[in-house]
């Protein structure tokens, strides 16, 4: 029974290890272009989230009157 089991996990274990392998050989670092362009994105996406908190805070703040 334990043993099922344990095989059962690690063939799974297994066959991500070879995936993320797989991964890892198609990757390629990114141009400085590209790296600009993704550093840009996500800095506008953390923006507009901490944007939303600070109104979400806000609106909070007038409805509880304080």
Do not use: D, N, Y
Request: glycine share 10%; with cysteine; charged share 25%.
């Amino acid at each position: 029974m334990v043993s099922k089991f344990i095989k059962k996990h690690w063939v799974r274990f297994k066959s991500f290890i070879l995936e993320c392998k797989r991964v890892l050989i198609l990757t390629r670092k990114p141009t400085k272009k590209e790296f600009k362009t993704i550093v840009k994105v996500t800095g506008l996406g953390m923006i507009i989230i901490g944007l939303i908190g600070f109104a979400m805070q806000l609106v909070l703040q007038l409805f509880k009157g304080g």
